[in-house]
């Protein structure tokens, strides 16, 4: 009865959180329940294509009585409707991934008969569940406010930059060069070594079952097992199910099933493997080790050297994947890195956008920064080319245009006078007409037909990895820092570039599964960071940041839109048209409002 009630969800659409899952699965009539349950949310707003999540407080609603209520209120978010209402009141729990059908049965550290040194009865009494989210989003409230001009002036200096922002001159340049060719005029004879090393566009597939979600972490926890048995300390580890009676020294590759924090403040893990379950105690007294350890987040996979001491493990070292140094290499050409333009928006700043279409026609600035212009061959664009349409409440009325193939058809008004020899990448983001769950196909034709017509406009999925006459990088929108954002202490939007340096560390860009960041149930896990990159580009928080870490260029490529309201409320400060520039391998700024 157990897979049948998950398929049977899962066929509808239905996510079911692990509390639900047991409160359904313990009531007087489990099929009854699941029967009327899903009657309730396919037969209102919800329809069968839309994919709805459920946990333990509309469970416990439902059999309370409240059926004629609105159980999922507006926090559950439709596929329909884009699927990103910002309301996050409705949280999914961690599923138990590898063990919800592959570990039945399968032995746990607990089981294996030892002799208890340590009082877990106390242990176990004081252990409460961990407050997994810094703070929730309330539903926004939009009011027609007057339009103000923007005012640049009140752009905070970013910490999260390691070089000074340069303003672009107010220079027009009438270009005499006529080698540098105009789009859709003639083509260009530029000799590109560009190719495309992972696009998902094609790849992904899912078909809803739990059975692909099981093969979805099973992906992950293989891939990241391999990275992690390179490491020194783990080229020998441990399998939960193997760990003897006497054993006193673990080396363990596992996964992250369940964090708990004691009521005397030591961090308790649940981690598992392919074979069985143990639960690691991190001491609030070991100082550096507990401050690792809270960045430790749900689903990741980590290497743990521990100490057994009767049933319980005290760790003693956190092993993250991690990635080597990488070499610096030579570049004799310019990239330039955009995201979240925003087209289509009340508050996408035309003029500034303009400016930069003319200087990288080396029509604009002075003589130093044409000559940057000049050397640039590829342009890269990380997702929410356009504003989009039903991304939030109420969003028509912040918008200019409201049809989407019209924002891609302006998008595309725009890039058309970008020179040709200039080769233009575009992935999607959260606004795009992709769909929602990463990883996200490359923006279908349909909606951005003048984009596709235009020469040298390549489009990949999100994430995507591109080799750029060598140069490897690796692209992807950033949903993903909103969960990490909300989750772990001392992260934040603004220090994105803190963010990127994590997800390195995790080599994985999207690692908590269940929370704001919809993840496909794919039968491989293409988030995982496999190859490491050169550089590692994002957008989606609208905050240009950039630093180095282990020869890897960290770049979060700001936005051409202003202050949102949605931004206004979470006092979110943005650094609009700012573009970042890779000359000739030296990081430059350049601002153009």
């Known amino acids: ?21 047991k409160m359904i699965i313990n009531s007087k009539d489990p099929k009854s329940l699941s029967s009327s349950l899903i009657i309730k949310l396919k037969s209102n707003e919800f329809t069968k294509d839309d994919l709805v999540s459920v946990n333990e407080d509309i469970i416990d609603k439902f059999i309370n009585g409240d059926k004629d209520e609105n159980i999922v209120n507006n926090s559950n978010e439709t596929t329909s409707n884009r699927e990103n209402k910002i309301n996050t009141e409705l949280k ?5 991934k590898l063990n919800t059908e592959i570990l039945k049965q399968k032995p746990t550290v607990d089981n294996l008969n030892t002799e208890k040194t340590i009082n877990e009865e106390n242990l176990n009494s004081e252990i409460k569940p961990i407050n997994e989210s810094k703070s929730k989003i309330n539903k926004l409230e939009y009011k027609d406010e007057e339009e103000k001009e923007f005012d640049a002036s009140k752009i905070r200096e970013n910490p999260g930059t390691d070089v000074e922002t340069e303003k672009i001159a107010d220079i027009k340049v009438e270009n005499k060069d006529h080698n540098i060719c105009r789009r859709n005029m003639e083509e260009s004879h530029i000799n590109y070594d560009f190719k495309i090393l992972q696009d998902t566009s094609n790849k992904s597939y899912t078909s809803g079952e739990i059975s692909n979600l099981i093969s979805y972490f099973q992906s992950r926890f293989e891939k990241e097992e391999k990275i992690l048995s390179h490491r020194p300390e783990l080229k020998v580890h441990d399998k939960i199910e193997n760990i003897g009676k006497d054993q006193t020294e673990l080396a363990l590759i596992v996964m992250v099933n369940d964090i708990r924090i004691t009521k005397n403040g030591h961090i308790l893990i649940e981690f598992e493997d392919d074979t069985g379950q143990i639960s690691v105690l991190f001491s609030k007294d070991n100082t550096e080790l507990f401050q690792e350890a809270q960045k430790i987040v749900r689903d990741e996979v980590v290497g743990i050297i521990a100490t057994k001491n009767g049933s319980l493990a005290i760790a003693n070292q956190i092993i993250h994947p991690g990635v080597p140094r990488m070499a610096k290499k030579d570049m004799d050409f310019g990239i330039v890195f955009l995201s979240d333009v925003h087209i289509g928006s009340k508050t996408f700043l035309p003029e500034a956008f303009e400016k930069f279409i003319m200087w990288l026609n080396c029509e604009y600035g002075n003589e130093e920064q044409i000559k940057i212009a000049k050397d640039v061959k590829y342009l890269i664009i990380g997702g929410d080319i356009v504003d ?6 109420n969003q028509e009325k912040e918008l200019e245009i409201k049809d989407i193939t019209q924002q891609y058809n302006k998008a595309a008004s725009y890039l058309g006078q970008i020179r040709s020899d200039i080769k233009i990448i575009i992935t999607p983001g959260n606004h795009d007409a992709s769909r929602v769950a990463e990883p996200q196909p490359a923006v279908p034709e349909k909606y951005a037909k003048a984009l596709y017509e235009l020469n040298n406009v390549e489009f ?41 340096e994590e997800l390195l560390k995790k080599r994985h860009l999207a690692p908590i599964y269940g929370e704001r960041t919809p993840l496909a149930s794919e039968l491989e896990d293409y988030l ?5 990159p050169d550089v590692f580009h994002t957008g989606h928080v609208h905050i240009n940041t950039h630093r ?29 048209a700012e573009v970042p520039v890779l000359d000739k391998g030296v990081y ?5 409002i």
């Open 388 to 393: 989009g349409i039903g991304i939030y409440p």
């Open 528 to 532: 995982v960071i496999d190859d490491v």
């Open 92 to 96: 999914q729990e961690p599923i138990n």
């Open 588 to 592: 430059k700024q350049l601002k153009f």
């Open 548 to 576: 180095m870490f282990n020869g890897i260029h960290l770049i979060n490529s700001g936005t051409f839109q202003t202050q949102t309201e949605f931004q206004k409320i979470k006092n979110i400060v943005p650094t609009p």
């Open 460 to 500: 990949i999925s999100n994430p995507g990895y591109v080799s750029l006459d060598g140069i490897k990088v690796l692209i992807y929108h950033g949903r993903s820092f909103d969960d990490m954002a909300m989750t772990v202490k001392g992260f934040s939007h603004e220090r994105n570039d803190i963010l990127m």
């Open 1 to 21: 009865m157990t897979s049948d009630i998950l398929l049977k969800f899962a066929k509808k659409g239905i996510n079911l959180s692990p509390n639900a899952y």
